[in-house]
């Protein structure tokens, strides 16, 4: 009970974890002197680099003595080119730069408490950048002075409009304008099984034939369906539908108090496997395209697993969204997760029966707090400027919850432990192991994702004994998957390796496989046509025992 009242201040993260981080980076600093004259060094060159920049740029135009960080946008408009502001950038990226050096590269500290601390260190630093101050941001003065102080009355009511809906709990401005089943989620089709976990949509054909084997779509359980099947444009459910496929979608429940005891095996049994149940007695006697999302594809490989282990063969190939199967290096995510965190964070969810929403997303919008904190509060607040809601960044607001026990199993077998990776993870007492696996993969990765970055993703490589077809495309998380053909300044690489090929270094591949312009969807879709047996007419929907339910996008997923 404790745990879960300090978790309302610290949004869920144990200060204990914190503050055994701190300790070990600490007092290993303090009996490093070789550090601390580096470090001093280091204060002292800066100092000089940045006392002769500032002489120069107050005399004229001079090249940068520091430059930012690849993703880091902050500092690219005109305005920050102009003295004094190029100098209090400079001074800033300098500092940011120096406190790197302190937080990271001391003997001793663990791995995981270095990545903490660093991590911390950062976002005190963006917290105190000169983009957030009126008086240090010129682009803010810019527009108060263009507009008489306007900006600061439009972001005063930004403010009190977010607040309202933040203590109301409603969602944000503009997503009342993408409802499902009205403006998203609209591909035509009939729920055909419900069951306490989810429900199984079938899509309506739209062409007069379609290929045999039909595609079976698994989504991650912390978001709602629909981010595949969005607006009609960027939908992926009807672009496969409009080439010819019979597509299947699992919609998550959003769980309950009620449903605190839900754990992995459930959404194994009660999700993939009676999905797959249903599949096959709709088209009866033809193998299954299944695909998988973020946690959805990590459930669909054990499943995939778990079926190779018994020798059923229903599943024609596997295709893997930003799926994790091995978590050693899980990127940034992987800061909130040790066993300090982990109890915290149970004793949380076991007072509530489930983790928030706004817990999780606020884990997420700290891995990216320059995108998804700062710049916002400057862009709504000092400059008055709202972008109008998509429905991208409607469906993000749409998040769901996790329940008690499976969410608990999920980051202690795979996160922490590494289980399924390292052939640990039991089902019906048996380990499940990935090198079972003999249908063709089809792995999918984005360059800038913070939660399964694509290192990670990659390291299905190491185990996988099937041919694995993988993709590494522009965007992140969410952006590189939902990257229909036409949209602008998309690429991706492309490269197979079959069973007997020798491995390549993730480095090691991205050098050796070109850079293509577009869309990978065509590319898969080819893919998954390659390994069909023809075309036939579409199946009905439903059979016997799955009766035609409501039309989609079904009941569950408008549950809030």
């Not at 089709?189 to 419900?194: D, N, P």
């Not at 029966?353 to 710049?375: C, E, H, I, K, P």
């Not at 709202?386 to 499976?406: F, H, K, Q, S, V």
């Not at 490589?461 to 036409?486: Q, Y």
Request: glycine share 8%.
């Amino acid at each position: 009970m404790l745990h879960a009242a300090l978790g309302r201040v610290t949004s869920g993260i144990s200060p204990a974890a914190l503050a055994l981080a701190w300790v070990d980076w600490s007092l290993h600093l303090a009996q490093s002197p070789g550090k601390w004259a580096r470090l001093c060094d280091k204060a002292l060159r800066k100092a000089g680099r940045f006392g002769d920049y500032a002489a120069r740029a107050a005399v004229g135009q001079v090249a940068r003595c520091i430059e930012p960080l690849p993703q880091d946008r902050r500092f690219d408009g005109e305005a920050w080119q102009r003295w004094p502001f190029n100098v209090i950038q400079q001074g800033f990226l300098l500092n940011q730069q120096w406190w790197h050096n302190v937080t990271t590269g001391i003997g001793g500290v663990a791995p995981h408490h270095e990545q903490v601390v660093a991590f911390v260190a950062r976002q005190l630093l963006d917290m105190m950048s000169p983009v957030n101050f009126i008086a240090t941001n010129p682009e803010v003065l810019q527009a108060t002075a263009q507009q008489g102080g306007m900006n600061f009355a439009k972001g005063m009511g930004y403010l009190a409009d977010d607040c309202w809906r933040m203590l109301t709990d409603c969602p944000p401005a503009g997503a009342e304008d993408f409802v499902p089943g009205r403006q998203v989620a609209v591909t035509p089709g009939r729920v055909v099984l419900r069951n306490r976990l989810m429900e199984l949509i079938q899509y309506a054909p739209a062409t007069p034939d379609v290929h045999a084997e039909p595609v079976l779509i698994v989504p991650a359980w912390i978001m709602k369906y629909y981010i595949l099947d969005l607006s009609p444009r960027n939908s992926l459910v009807n672009y496969l539908v409009g080439r010819g496929h019979t597509v299947f979608m699992i919609s998550w429940h959003n769980p309950g108090e009620e449903d605190r005891d839900l754990g992995m095996d459930d959404y194994l049994r009660q999700g993939v496997l009676a999905a797959l149940d249903a599949v096959n007695a709709i088209v009866p006697d033809r193998r299954v395209h299944a695909v998988g999302y973020c946690l959805g594809g990590t459930l669909l490989a054990i499943a995939a697993a778990y079926l190779a282990g018994r020798r059923d063969e229903r599943l024609r190939s596997l295709t893997l969204f930003a799926a994790q199967t091995d978590f050693t290096e899980a990127g940034e995510l992987s800061l909130f997760i040790d066993d300090s965190e982990l109890n915290f964070l149970e004793d949380i969810m076991w007072r509530q029966g489930y983790l928030q929403t706004r817990q999780m997303a606020g884990a997420f919008q700290l891995l990216r707090s320059n995108d998804l904190v700062w710049s916002r509060i400057v862009n709504d607040y000092l400059l008055g400027q709202r972008p109008p809601m998509n429905d991208l960044m409607a469906w993000n607001a749409d998040a769901t919850r996790m329940p008690y026990r499976m969410h608990s199993e999920y980051l202690r077998r795979l996160f922490l432990k590494n289980d399924l990776f390292e052939g640990r993870y039991h089902i019906d007492g048996r380990p499940v192991a990935l090198a079972d696996i003999r249908a063709p993969l089809f792995v999918v990765a984005t360059e800038t994702d913070h939660v399964a970055p694509w290192k990670s993703v990659y390291k299905i490589n190491l185990v996988a004994d099937a041919d694995v077809t993988f993709v590494l495309t522009s965007g992140g998380h969410n952006a590189g998957i939902v990257s229909e053909p036409g949209h602008r300044g998309r690429h991706f690489r492309l490269a197979r390796r079959t069973d007997g090929d020798r491995y390549l270094a993730p480095d090691e591949w991205v050098a050796a496989t070109p850079a293509r312009d577009g869309s990978w969807w065509p590319a898969w879709v080819d893919w998954l046509e390659a390994g069909s047996t023809g075309r036939t007419a579409p199946p009905a929907p439903g059979a016997a025992g799955y009766a035609l339910l409501e039309p989609a996008p079904g009941r569950y997923v408008l549950e809030r």
